[in-house]
């Protein structure tokens, strides 16, 4: 039996690690015994508790209530919790996704202690050090001794920077080993999808009709904290919707709510408001997310995990940030990288709205990425 602690902080996080939850309580409890640590990155109940109640992860372990803060101040309460944990805890590995605070984290905690790192969704790179995602995701890369990216990119990407892809046993943070296993957000999309609508009424509250609605989602820190772009956002959403006459859902993360009452200009909050195209939620559940995702016309956003989600349900995908580490959507012409610019996003919109053409091939696995991590994890952790 291998002791593994998983650290999860931020809502995508705790939606990604259920789909390990999930594998190890079907295939691997008596081979993995998993301790779950809650940084309390996110904590308002629709960024945190719901996915814990709609998706059956287990109850945190341990909740290090860190909350919001600086980037130094927050990153360094957790780093203090996780290492105290680890010590107590003595576990065979940590296992961390992406590239949020809670990630780096817990890789500078593990590996000064020589606890092993687990990477889910290592390698993804967007080459843009000003974005606090990728400072996180390189530093926790470069301590980690098994190294899971879901594609051939983020793998090529990790040899680029000096990984070796024929390591040989024994495995350690200096001899680390990579892999090319597909995503654990699409072992999540398919095991949720079908039951997506049934549990949830969000597309008859929102009274929204199959394929006539954009899902929007708004809250990367440039996206939000820079006045120029959000205005630029809201306003290319609304002129979208106002001249195309579609309804817009935007379930708002609390920083976009936050900010958007501060940064907008006061006539383009005036207008937002009162378009009653739009529907502007708080944060809605994972299964309320897919059922949106579904049943929409089109995605926007500047969000990773929505970004492929809307691949997995064969929805066109106007991205807006200047880059995006899934290059793949870029590359299968399904998503088109429109940052904040009102110019492209209309160009995007005209060219994706209207095509019945576009192909959504399966490339982000099988829908098994966290059974073959887990099988990995007891073959090199023991
Ligand atoms: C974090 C991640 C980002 C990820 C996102 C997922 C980092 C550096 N960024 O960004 O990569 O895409 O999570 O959603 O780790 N807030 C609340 N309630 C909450 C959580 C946050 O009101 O439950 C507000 C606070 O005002 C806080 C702000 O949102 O200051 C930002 O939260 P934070 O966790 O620092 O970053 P995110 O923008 O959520
Ligand atoms: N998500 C959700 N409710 C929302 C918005 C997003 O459940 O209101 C889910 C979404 O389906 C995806 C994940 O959260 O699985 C993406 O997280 P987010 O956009 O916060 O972060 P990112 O992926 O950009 O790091």
Redesign the pocket.
């Known amino acids: 039996m291998i002791k593994i602690v998983t650290i999860i902080?931020?809502?995508?996080?705790i939606i990604k690690a259920a789909a390990l939850s999930r594998a190890i309580k079907n295939k691997f409890s008596t081979q993995i015994k998993e301790i779950i640590v809650h940084t309390g990155?996110?904590?308002?109940a629709?960024?945190?508790q719901v996915f814990f109640d709609e998706l059956n992860i287990p109850k945190p372990d341990y909740n290090l209530n860190v909350?919001?803060?600086s980037?130094g101040k927050?990153t360094a309460a957790m780093i203090s919790g996780i290492e105290e944990i680890l010590i107590n805890e003595k576990p065979n590995a940590i296992v961390l996704y992406?590239?949020?605070?809670?990630?780096?984290a817990g890789g500078v905690a593990a590996s000064k202690i020589h606890v092993p790192v687990i990477h889910i969704e290592a390698g993804l790179r967007s080459f843009s050090k000003a974005?606090?995602?990728e400072v996180?995701r390189i530093m926790c890369d470069h301590v980690s001794t098994l190294l899971f990216s879901p594609t051939k990119t983020g793998f090529d990407n990790l040899i680029r920077e000096g990984f070796n892809a024929n390591a040989k046993e024994p495995y350690s943070a200096n001899n680390p080993k990579i892999y090319h296993c597909g995503d654990v957000m699409y072992d999540n999309s398919l095991h949720f999808s079908e039951v997506a609508e049934s549990k949830t009424n969000i597309l008859q509250t929102l009274s929204l009709k199959a394929n006539k609605f954009i899902l929007a989602t708004i809250?990367?820190?440039n996206n939000?904290d820079e006045p120029e772009r959000l205005n630029a956002l809201f306003k290319s959403l609304n002129d979208i919707s106002l001249k195309q006459d579609l309804e817009i859902v935007l379930p708002l993360?609390?920083?976009t709510?936050?900010l958007m009452e501060t940064n907008l200009t006061k006539q383009n909050l005036e207008a937002v408001k009162a378009n009653k195209g739009f529907k502007i939620t708080g944060p809605v559940s994972f299964l309320e997310m897919i059922a949106l995702e579904k049943n929409c016309k089109l995605v926007m956003t500047d969000?990773?995990?929505v970004q492929k989600e809307a691949f997995y349900f064969d929805k066109p995908c106007i991205i807006l940030r200047p880059e995006t580490e899934w290059v793949e959507l870029v590359e299968c012409g399904t998503a088109i990288i429109a940052d904040a610019d009102e110019h492209k996003i209309k160009a995007a919109f005209d060219k994706l709205f209207t095509n019945d053409h576009l192909k959504f091939p399966k490339i982000y696995g099988n829908g098994f990425a966290a059974e073959f991590i887990c099988a990995e994890m007891v073959k090199h952790l023991q």
Do not use: C, F, I, V
């Open positions: 902080g931020a809502r995508p996080q990155q996110h904590y308002d629709n960024m945190s909350g919001s803060g980037h927050q992406g590239d949020t605070n809670s990630t780096l974005m606090p995602e996180n809250h990367r820190n939000t993360h609390p920083r709510s936050k969000s990773g995990g």
